[in-house]
């Protein structure tokens, strides 16, 4: 499948996310769905990521023409979940309409790659990011601010502007 730039939005976020904002991700992903973004990548890690999934995964059984797009970072990623995440990453996994594995083998560099191919095929970003400057999500953010991608915050803070 081909990714239509223009209507897809992609999710970044902490791993230590425990659905402090769910309700606010479905309503995210409704608003995005109302203004023409039909196509969701989430980059499959624990924590916020799976949790995008799962909100696309709902919104898909109320539209018909959303498409999930599950990206890993590496051939084997789904071995390092367990228990509720394991079965969330299933969900995902299973709600997914395409599978796209970036990497064959995992390195520090399959993660960044991940994080690549999700901002450099979409026109938005939802995050769950709390402004520290290290780590996955805030390299995702830069990435997508140096493009110029707008961006939605759900974990607001009076210090950061994601926007500028």
Request: aromatic letters at 10%.
């Amino acid at each position: 499948m081909e990714i239509e730039k223009n209507i897809c939005a992609a999710f970044t976020g902490h791993r230590c996310y425990r659905g402090e904002a769910d309700a606010l991700l479905r309503h995210e992903v409704e608003r995005l769905y109302a203004e023409g973004y039909r196509c969701f990548i989430t980059g499959m890690s624990w924590g916020f990521d799976l949790a995008a999934g799962l909100a696309v995964a709902e919104a898909k059984r109320l539209h018909d023409d959303i498409r999930l797009v599950a990206a890993e970072p590496f051939a084997g990623f789904r071995d390092m979940f367990d228990g509720r995440s394991a079965e969330d990453y299933d969900a995902v996994l299973a709600a997914a309409d395409e599978r796209v594995c970036v990497c064959d083998a995992k390195s520090a560099r399959s993660y960044m790659l991940r994080n690549d191919f999700m901002v450099d095929n979409s026109s938005f970003l939802v995050a769950w990011y709390d402004g520290l400057p290290h780590g996955g999500t805030a390299y995702t953010v830069k990435r997508a601010r140096r493009l110029r991608l707008p961006i939605t915050n759900l974990r607001p803070s009076p210090q950061l502007e994601l926007f500028g």
